[in-house]
């Protein structure tokens, strides 16, 4: 059974009013929430409620997710942001996090895990903590594997775009051995046993376009 959180407020960032609506849907199944829908970062001058997570697409009309993250940030400062895309770019999905983010999923992860992962941030807005959530849950796999650090998607971009080890190294500041070591834990996350299936195993997860 699906843990349940003392009810809170969601707020639904997305221009398509279907996704929007399957979305709602999906989180109403297993979260007690009070779930508000915008569909641009402008309309959030019209809201007048508290919020505590923000399910925020990136690709938005005017203002996008990413570059609109400080009008959100500024009206509910205590909200953990959750970023939505169909694709999964590296560059933004940095950026995102560095803006203050707390994660990024991709519109095909699977429904459960969306809802772990609100649920964590709903835990997380509670408990007052200011740690982040920096990673991209990984589509059906249990929650304990479901999580993929900053560095190890730097890791896997440069991989996926075939760059060897010693490169990888030279980019990010890391010795060969620590790129060998991360890997390995890649290898273990996708639960494969070379680097073609790891970038392979990741596409298919929605990590890489």
């Known amino acids: 059974m699906t843990e349940e959180v003392a009810k809170k407020s969601l707020l639904l960032v997305d221009d398509h009013a279907l996704f929007r609506a399957g979305l709602r849907l999906i989180l109403q199944s297993k979260i007690k ?11 959030v001058s019209e809201l007048d409620v508290e919020v505590d997570v923000i399910l925020l697409d990136i690709c938005l009309p005017g ?6 993250m400080s009008i959100l940030q500024k009206k509910w400062p205590q909200a953990r942001i959750m970023l939505l895309s169909a694709l999964s770019n590296h560059q933004d999905i940095n950026k995102a996090l560095a803006l203050g983010a707390s994660c990024f999923l991709n519109k095909n992860t699977d429904p459960a895990v969306i809802c772990t992962t609100v649920q964590s941030l709903l835990k997380l807005h509670v408990s007052n903590t200011s ?12 929650e304990a594997k479901s ?6 998607l730097e ?6 775009e075939g760059h060897s080890n010693k490169y990888i190294a030279d980019k ?3 010795s060969e051995h620590t790129v060998r070591n991360y890997t390995v834990t890649l290898m273990k996350h996708f639960e494969v046993n070379n680097r ?3 970038i ?6 929605g990590y890489l376009t």
Request: glycine content about 6%.
């Open 33 to 43: 929430a009070n779930i508000t829908e915008i569909e641009k970062i402008s309309d």
């Open 63 to 68: 203002l996008n997710g990413i570059d609109g």
């Open 131 to 142: 740690s982040q959530v920096t990673a991209i849950p990984l589509p059906a796999v249990t």
């Open 147 to 152: 999580l993929l650090s900053i560095r190890l």
């Open 155 to 160: 890791v896997l971009g440069l991989m996926a």
């Open 172 to 174: 990010l500041f890391l």
């Open 196 to 198: 073609t299936k790891i």
């Open 200 to 205: 392979i195993a990741a596409q298919q997860a």
